[in-house]
C-alpha cells in the first residue's frame, strides 16, 4: 500500500505563488504516475497536473504557464510549484499516485488566492 501526506496549502494573494508537496510511503516503488487534482466548492474535481515516472508532464489549460509539476524519486516526493495564483485556483487540492492496480490519494490541503 502506498500512503501520501500532503503539505504547503495556505492563504495568499493574488499574483503570489505557493508549492505544494506529497510525500509517499510504503510501497513506493510500486508507484507509476503521480498528479494533482484540485475541488472548489460547488464544482467536479478536477485534474490540475500529472507526471509520469519517466518525468513526462500535462496540465490543465487554466494552468499551463504558472503552474510546474515535479517529482523527486529518491525522495518519494512529488511537488506543485504554483506562480501567478489567481482568485479562480481557490480549491482543496489533493495529490494521487497511481500503481498498477489502484489509486492512492492524499487528504487534500486548502489553497485560497485572495483578489
Known amino acids: 500500500q502506498v500512503h501520501l501526506v500532503e503539505s504547503g496549502g495556505g492563504l495568499v494573494q493574488a499574483g503570489g505563488s505557493l508549492r505544494l508537496s506529497c510525500a509517499a510511503s510504503g510501497s513506493t516503488a510500486s508507484i507509476n504516475a503521480m498528479g494533482w487534482y484540485r475541488q472548489a466548492p460547488g464544482k467536479q474535481r478536477e485534474l490540475v497536473a500529472a507526471?509520469?515516472?519517466?518525468?513526462?508532464?500535462n496540465y490543465a489549460d487554466s494552468v499551463k504557464g504558472r503552474f510546474t509539476i515535479s517529482r523527486d524519486n529518491a525522495k518519494n516526493t512529488e511537488y506543485l510549484q504554483m506562480n501567478s495564483l489567481k482568485p479562480q485556483d481557490t480549491a482543496v487540492y489533493y495529490c494521487?499516485?497511481?500503481?498498477?492496480?489502484?489509486?492512492?490519494w492524499g487528504q487534500g490541503t486548502q489553497v485560497t488566492v485572495s483578489s
Open positions: 507526471i509520469s515516472s519517466g518525468g513526462s508532464t
Open positions: 494521487y499516485a497511481d500503481t498498477r492496480y489502484s489509486t492512492t
